[in-house]
């Protein structure tokens, strides 16, 4: 098992440039979320989805989309990336709705907005 | 906002000595979960507890749950330079959706440094 995979590992955008950030996992799990971490800031949650087809938004979800077409993958859109954006962000899945089981994470994107 | 917060922000101890980190939270809870973050990587879970445990064990870790005193620690035995990393501590804010919250709040985490 590859278990949670996210793609790029790095990127630079430019202002207002917009960009998925992709998640796939090969747990067959029902949960995936999206977290951001900043320096000092701990990891704070961006959006969630529960199963195909249902999403919800976290505390920091403003300039963000996410979709759940399928079980394995759960994309992370920029709409119109902002300095503000400029962080690391991990997708983690669980075997069932959140908190009750472990998160598994992946291994990060790294993202700087000019 | 942040549910759980780790007690101290940093660290730094001798390899083969003990660590102990703290965690306090803000409301009641379902579980808490501790992960550690080696630098640049992804978080990695370490103990799951529920709120009708007092102590879970894993290995050399060892936690504890006063839910109380809404606070965990988190105890490293014979720490190892390999135990340096970012340990955080995860609730769930006690709420009660789909058999289980749907959200973890994570804390901002204690950074661990063990010298060899």
């Known amino acids: 098992n590859a278990g949670v995979t996210q793609t790029p590992k790095f990127q630079v955008l430019k202002t207002g440039q917009s960009m998925t950030l992709q998640c796939a996992q090969d747990m067959n799990h029902e949960y995936m979320s999206w977290y951001r971490q900043d320096p000092g800031m701990g990891l704070r949650l961006i959006h969630y989805?529960?199963?195909?087809?249902?999403?919800d938004q976290g505390e920091v979800p403003n300039g963000y989309n996410v979709s759940r077409s399928t079980t394995e993958d759960f994309p992370l859109r920029l709409l119109s990336a902002a300095p503000s954006q400029t962080s690391v962000y991990f997708c983690?899945?669980?075997?069932?709705?959140?908190?009750?089981?472990?998160?598994?994470f992946g291994p990060g994107t790294r993202l700087t907005v000019t | 906002s942040q549910q759980g917060e780790e007690d101290p922000q940093a660290l730094s101890i001798q390899e083969g000595e003990n660590a102990t980190m703290n965690c306090s939270y803000k409301?009641?809870?379902?579980?808490l979960q501790w992960y550690r973050q080696n630098s640049g990587r992804g978080l990695v879970h370490l103990i799951l507890?529920?709120?009708?445990?007092r102590e879970k064990h894993s290995g050399r870790l060892r936690v504890t749950l006063d839910t109380s005193k809404k606070s965990s620690s988190l105890l490293i035995t014979a720490s190892r330079a390999a135990d340096t990393a970012s340990y955080f501590c995860a609730t769930d804010g006690g709420a009660i959706t789909q058999g289980g919250s749907e959200k973890l709040v994570f804390g901002k985490g204690t950074k661990l440094t063990v010298n060899p």
């Open positions: 507890i529920r709120s009708n445990e």
């Open positions: 983690a899945s669980s075997y069932s709705p959140g908190t009750y089981y472990e998160q598994y």
């Open positions: 989805s529960v199963g195909a087809g249902i999403t």
């Open positions: 409301t009641s809870i379902n579980n």
